[in-house]
């Protein structure tokens, strides 16, 4: 049966440069999280429409899986994509956390595409399938390289690998979950104005590990960390010291090794 796993991501810094037809533009160091992991499989069943099962509280429309799959339809006009899905079931065991900084509904959309991509024989280039992601979620096109580790740019679709062994990470993701949207939207209002370029020049060529030693300071290494807090002061209580936060959160991790 054909299967795949849509890891989990965290980002090691988040750095926003500005903002354009409502999106942030951003600098960011992705890394791979290899020990968490959605699991997508397509089960033979007889399916009247495109069917979802794993995602519990998410609707099919609203989900990011059904999104990609509508993107590649729209994208291929392929008879072969739509029969294989009147055969077939997606089956998600859903382990990433939600609303989590951790790249999760991303993850499972770029998963799709590139299983379907092969399973359909769609023959669609890494760099089309990438272009086509972005569409679905900024995240997306970091999931379609499937790299350890990447420079992000752009909304997220500019990504370049970068040679680096993945570190070992301990994950805590609270029981708050956090809004990306809200988030970024709490950026603009407060915090846009204090973007200082030259602060964060240089640090895509830093390793994850030496750049995280040398920042020492997970609000500087994540511009949506102080938006975070403002947007859900509860946060403050809950976050462990000396912690670095992912994405919008509310994921914090920190070396292990
Ligand atoms: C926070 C990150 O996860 C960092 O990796 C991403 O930048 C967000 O990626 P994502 O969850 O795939 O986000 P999307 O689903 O594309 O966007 C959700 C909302 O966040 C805001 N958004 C997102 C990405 C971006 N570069 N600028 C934004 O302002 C927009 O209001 C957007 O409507
Ligand atoms: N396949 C999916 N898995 C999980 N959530 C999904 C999916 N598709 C749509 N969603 C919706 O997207 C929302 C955000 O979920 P997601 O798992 O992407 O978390 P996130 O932590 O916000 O991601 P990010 O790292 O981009 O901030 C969920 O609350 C859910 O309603």
């Known amino acids: ?13 988040l750095k926003i440069t500005g903002h354009q037809n409502g999106y942030h533009t951003l600098i960011s160091r992705f890394m791979k999280i290899d ?17 979802i099962e794993g995602c519990e509280g998410v609707s099919t429309e609203s989900n990011t899986i059904y999104k990609a ?7 291929t006009q392929n008879p072969d994509l739509e029969s294989y899905f009147t055969q077939h079931k997606v089956v ?31 023959n669609i280039k890494k760099k089309e399938l990438a272009r086509l992601g972005s569409t679905i979620g900024a995240d997306v096109p970091f999931f379609i390289y499937n790299y350890t580790s990447a420079n992000v740019n752009g909304f997220g ?18 029981q708050l979950g956090c809004d990306t949207a809200l988030v970024y939207k709490t950026f603009k209002e407060n915090l846009i104005e204090e973007i200082v370029p030259c602060s964060f020049m240089g640090w895509e060529n830093y390793g994850s590990r030496d750049l995280i030693e040398l920042i020492a300071d997970p609000i500087m290494l994540n511009d949506l960390y102080p938006a975070a807090l403002l947007a859900y002061p509860e946060l403050k209580n809950i976050s462990p010291d000396g912690w670095c936060f992912s994405g919008s959160g509310s994921t914090f991790f920190r070396v292990k090794s």
């Open 35 to 51: 020990d968490l992991y959605d699991t997508l499989s397509f089960e033979p069943s007889e399916c009247e429409t495109f069917t």
């Open 1 to 13: 049966m054909p299967s795949i796993n849509a890891h989990a991501k965290v980002n090691i810094f």
């Open 69 to 75: 799959y509508q993107t590649l339809l729209e994208a």
């Open 92 to 122: 998600v065991r859903k382990r990433i956390p939600s609303q989590a900084g951790l790249g999760g509904g991303s993850s499972d959309a770029a998963a799709f595409m590139r299983l379907a991509n092969e399973v359909c024989k769609l």
């Open 157 to 174: 679709e500019i990504v370049e690998k970068f040679d680096e062994a993945p570190l070992k990470l301990e994950l805590y993701t609270p």
